[in-house]
C-alpha cells in the first residue's frame, strides 16, 4: 500500500535558513542539495518543495501543495484564498514582525504620505501598495520592481515601499521612513481542501504545534537549581517563572531541586540574585520545543 504524503512548500531565499533551522528546532531534519529544489525530509510522510515566499500561497491554493509556509504580506499581495493555520512569529533575522515601510530621499521634500499624491513608487508589494494609498486619498503612480529597490530613488523614482527588520539597509541607501504601510509574521497555509481531509490536517496541526514549540523556546531558557528549605522562599521570590516552578525533594533532608523556565535576556540578572538568595548548583539549559 502507498504511504500517504504531505506536500510541504519551503520558502527560498531570505527566509530558508530560518525556517530550516525552525524545523530542526521542532524535531524535523531538514535537507537543501545546492541544486536541487526538492529538499529531503527525515519524516517519510512529508515530500517537501522549495518554492519563493512570493508565489507559495498561490501554489498553496492551487493545490500544488498541501500547506507552505510563507509570510502575510505575500498571502495580501495575491489575494489567494488558502487556510492560515497558524502565525510563526520569525523573520530572517529576529521573532519579530517584519515591516514594509514607505521611504524617501532623506534629500526629499516628501515628509508624509499626502506628499506623493502624483508621484512615482517603486515596489514589490504592489497592490498592497495600491491599497494602502487609496485608502489613504493618494494617486500615485505605483511600479513594481524586481529587486535592489533601495537604490530605485536615484534612477527617477520619488520613493520606495520595501520591507524591513531594522532599518538598516535603508539608512545604508540614505532613505527615511515616512509610513508603515503594513507589517508581517510568517505564516503556514493549507490548501482548503487539503484541510478538509482528516489525516492532512492531523499531520499538518502536528507540524504547527511543532514549529510554535521550537519558536516559543527561541528566547527562553531553562534553570536548574538546589536550595535548601530555609532559603526557599527568597530564592522563588526572586525567580520569575512562566508558570509555577518545579519543586523536588533530594534525598538529603531539607534540601529542594528547583526547575523553571525563563526568559534568556533576563537569565545573567536572574543568576546573581539566586546565588544571593541560597541557590546552589544552578544550571542553565537550551530548550528546542515550549508546548502548553
Not at 512529508?46 to 505575500?74: H, K, P
Not at 516559543?216 to 512562566?242: C, D, Q, R, T
Not at 534568556?264 to 542553565?284: D, M, S, T, Y
Request: proline share 3%.
Amino acid at each position: 500500500m502507498k504511504s500517504m504524503k504531505l506536500k510541504l512548500g519551503i520558502p527560498k531565499g531570505s527566509l530558508q535558513e530560518a525556517t530550516i533551522r525552525m524545523f530542526k528546532k521542532a524535531g524535523f531534519s531538514v535537507s537543501v542539495s545546492e541544486r536541487s529544489y526538492f529538499p529531503t525530509v527525515d519524516d517519510e510522510e512529508i515530500e517537501a518543495t522549495l518554492f519563493r515566499a512570493q508565489e507559495m500561497s498561490r501554489y498553496v491554493e492551487d493545490g500544488i501543495l498541501d500547506c507552505g509556509i510563507t509570510g502575510n504580506d505575500w498571502i495580501l499581495e495575491n489575494g489567494s484564498k488558502v487556510m492560515r493555520v497558524c502565525e510563526l512569529a520569525y523573520a530572517k533575522r529576529s521573532l519579530k514582525p517584519v515591516r514594509w515601510v514607505l521611504a524617501v530621499p532623506q534629500e526629499s521634500s516628501v515628509k508624509k504620505v499626502k506628499d506623493l499624491d502624483g508621484k512615482k513608487i517603486a515596489t514589490e508589494l504592489v497592490s498592497v501598495t495600491k491599497a494602502y494609498l487609496k485608502k489613504s486619498g493618494v494617486r500615485a503612480d505605483v511600479e513594481f520592481s524586481w529587486g535592489a529597490t533601495e537604490v530605485k530613488t536615484r534612477l527617477g523614482m520619488d520613493a520606495i515601499v520595501e520591507v524591513t527588520e531594522t532599518g538598516s539597509s535603508l539608512r545604508a541607501n540614505n532613505l527615511k521612513e515616512i509610513a508603515t504601510v503594513c507589517e508581517s509574521t510568517t505564516q503556514l497555509i493549507a490548501n482548503r481542501a487539503s484541510w478538509e481531509d482528516a489525516w492532512k490536517r492531523s499531520k499538518i496541526e502536528n507540524i504547527a504545534l511543532l514549529l510554535k514549540g521550537a519558536i516559543l523556546a527561541e528566547e527562553k531558557v531553562g534553570l536548574k537549581m538546589n536550595v535548601a528549605e530555609k532559603n526557599l522562599k527568597a530564592v522563588l521570590e526572586a525567580l520569575p517563572a512562566m508558570k509555577k516552578p518545579t519543586i523536588s525533594h533530594l534525598s538529603e533532608k531539607g534540601w529542594f531541586d528547583v526547575d523553571t523556565i525563563i526568559d534568556e535576556k533576563v537569565v545573567r540578572r536572574i543568576i546573581p540574585r539566586l546565588k544571593r538568595a541560597g541557590a546552589e548548583g544552578i544550571i542553565e539549559y537550551p530548550l528546542n520545543k515550549v508546548i502548553y
